[in-house]
């Protein structure tokens, strides 16, 4: 089992960055897939990044491509989410989120574990 705890949400005005932390706990992070998902007011939870469990791999939802970037720390179990060009449309509380399912998951039922969600808002 792992624990999850995100961090670095805030306010930022539209072109700014951020970057979220997650801070795993119990179980090594790198036996996960490890994932972030955002939930904006009135919608549906959705897949914004992931990176495998050898870390060699991430995968990313259209709309952050180029934008996001997702990486680990192994020393420090700790998974971050560095978001650049930041957009409006990018408000949300974002949630990290570890999966024991092997391959690229993007379906929020093949994640096992959930933070607690912190909340980004930007500012147009």
């Known amino acids: 089992q792992v624990q999850l705890v995100e961090s670095g949400g805030g306010l930022v005005q539209a072109g700014g960055s951020l970057r979220l932390s997650c801070a795993a706990s119990g179980r090594t992070f790198s036996s996960y897939t490890m994932g972030w998902f955002r939930q904006a007011p009135g919608k549906e939870r959705e897949f914004v990044a992931l990176?495998?469990?050898?870390?060699?791999?991430?995968y990313y939802v259209d709309s952050v491509k180029g934008r996001f970037t997702i990486s680990g720390d192994d020393a420090k179990n700790t998974v971050y989410l560095q978001m650049n060009s930041l957009k409006p449309e990018d408000t949300a509380v974002y949630y990290c989120?570890?999966?024991?399912?092997?391959?690229?998951?993007?379906?929020?039922?093949?994640?096992?574990?959930w933070g607690q969600g912190t909340q980004v808002t930007v500012s147009s």
């Open positions: 989120t570890a999966s024991t399912w092997s391959g690229l998951q993007i379906r929020r039922d093949k994640y096992d574990y």
């Open positions: 990176i495998n469990r050898s870390g060699d791999r991430t």
